[in-house]
């Protein structure tokens, strides 16, 4: 089977990988069926970097084969929550050893700088998975009261072979997101990274299969959505599909689920978050926290708080000072010291993001910064703030997934709580106000399923994360989770009764 063998010898780090670029199905590496790769670009510099297996709609067949095996023999209820628990602190153990090369390897695949992937992508996903290890021995139902005559009570069970889908802007972090509470409570799991950021992914394969996990539980197909994607969702034997992604690709996914077997879905979508920064803010730490809303992960989060309302007595000032903030931002290699922002991760998603800008301007907003790329290769972009916005603009509506925030005035709450509230979308939102009465009564009244106060894109794996709204159905982490991993099971015990 082929490998991808890199060298970094770069000022943050300096280390080497070697990981396996075939499918992973039932512990053991292949090639997708008809033998056809994918091309890994690397965003820095649009250069191939390596090539990998392309699954097909067969390879998926293979490995849900291999996935309801492992369900019925050596996972599910076969394997008490205590054994689940061990494993999945090995599997913690041995991303902490690796902690660096994990870093590494998303800041070269996906374009995120090192140290952002070493302060926040690998040791969430750390935490993550052991949150979810500490619940996989205390699930539980219970006795319900009836009559004495009959003991009932319920069981909370596996579902069984899970599909999950997963994006490319945290590529391990949406991983362990998935893996973790499927596998805690005892699925098997056939999962799709994307095609333009698997590397991750495969390496986490070589680290599943050291922990000691039976053959079949964890099983990696990398392909195209339009191919794996399709099969996954629409496949008769895999009983729970889990997606993130667009809200366009999350209705095509509902829509394959409920035409095949019925099967429940988890979907995280789109976001187009507000921030409301009131006139008695911190304006420093609202300024740090805007700043970090909108270009963290080169703007790439679904949670990026990305309409910014300003009340009109502080507006000019934070106007001139975001500026400064935005202007500041470095934006170059990822593996060069004080970098803060790296590339875009596709020319797809640049081209995206330049016509949202180009949009913007013809539309009559004002560029207060950025607004351009930034050197000749790659696919870098200025961080971009725009203002005179309208609601109708297409840069005010829609979800631009970069470095793109827009500046709105505001009157008073009940204006900023109508405007905020306008959109399709209700993934996140944020509130900055030392009155902490008024941040709660605007944040309780804000459509949105996580709702930041005085912070921003700031997650745990305790608490759970989701939409309202067309951002999604269902919650990713915290014990919510839990509920999309398992089935409940009601049993009537006779007693006493007689016919």
């Known amino acids: 089977m082929a490998k991808f063998t890199y060298k970094w010898d770069t000022a943050v780090y300096k280390g080497e990988a070697s990981i396996n670029t075939g499918i992973f199905i039932d512990n053991e590496w292949s090639a997708g069926s008809d033998n056809t790769t994918i091309d890994i670009i690397n965003p820095s510099n649009g250069k191939v970097l390596t090539a990998i297996a392309e699954a097909t709609p ?6 849900v084969q291999a996935a309801q095996k492992a369900f019925d023999t050596a996972w599910g209820l076969n394997v008490p929550g205590a054994g689940r628990r061990d494993l999945l602190n090995k599997l913690a153990d041995l991303m902490q050893r690796d902690f660096n090369e994990l870093c590494a390897l998303e800041a070269l695949d996906n374009g995120k700088t090192y140290w952002w992937a070493g302060a926040a992508d690998v040791p969430f996903a750390i935490q993550t998975l052991r949150y ?23 069981r909370h069970e596996p579902i069984g072979v899970v599909g999950q889908i997963i994006p490319w802007n945290f590529p391990l972090l949406m991983l362990i997101w998935k893996w973790a509470p499927a596998l805690a409570t005892g699925n ?3 999962i799709k990274p994307s095609e333009l950021t698997p590397l991750t992914a495969l390496k986490m394969c070589h680290l599943v299969k050291e922990a000691g996990f039976p053959p079949g539980v964890v099983n990696v197909v990398t392909g195209y ?20 992604g667009s809200t366009l690709v999350g209705r095509k996914i509902m829509e394959n689920a409920a035409k095949s077997n019925l099967k429940p879905v988890t979907l995280e979508l789109g976001g187009k978050s507000p921030l409301i920064i009131f006139e008695d803010a911190d304006l420093e730490q609202a ?5 970090h809303g909108i270009f963290w992960n080169a703007g790439q989060t679904c949670s990026a708080t990305t309409r910014i309302f300003v009340q009109e007595s502080i507006h000019d000032k934070f106007l001139d000072l975001l500026a400064k903030a935005a202007s ?3 934006v170059g290699d990822p593996f060069a010291e004080g970098t803060g922002q790296g590339p875009q991760v596709s020319q797809t998603q640049y081209d995206r993001i330049m016509g949202f800008i180009e949009s913007g301007k013809s539309e009559g907003a004002k560029v207060l910064v950025g607004g351009d790329r930034q050197g000749t290769e790659g696919y870098f972009i200025l961080p971009t703030i725009f203002t005179n916005v309208t609601p109708n603009m297409q840069i005010v509506k829609e979800e631009i997934f970069g470095p793109v925030g827009v500046i709105i005035p505001f009157k008073d709450e009940e204006d900023v709580i109508k405007q905020a509230n306008d959109s399709i979308y209700g993934l996140a939102a944020g509130v900055f106000s030392k009155n902490i009465n008024r941040a709660l009564n605007t944040a309780h009244k804000l459509k949105a399923g996580t ?12 608490l759970p994360f989701g939409g309202f709204k067309q951002s999604g159905i269902g919650r990713e982490l915290g014990e919510y989770a839990l509920e999309n991993y398992t089935v409940v099971k009601a049993v009537h015990v006779n007693l006493g009764m007689q016919m």
């Open 132 to 154: 979810y290890a500490g619940w996989a021995d205390k699930l539980q139902g219970k006795v319900i009261e009836t009559n004495e005559a009959k003991l009932g009570y319920t």
């Open 328 to 330: 500041s931002v470095k």
């Open 225 to 244: 959505g339009n191919t794996v994607g399709n099969a996954i969702s629409s496949h008769m034997e895999i009983r729970k599909v889990a997606f993130t």
């Open 58 to 63: 067969s390879d998926v067949d293979r490995a």
């Open 287 to 291: 300024l740090k926290w805007t700043a």
């Open 188 to 190: 098997t799991v056939v």
């Open 451 to 462: 709702t930041w106060v005085n912070c921003a894109n700031v997650l745990d794996a305790q």
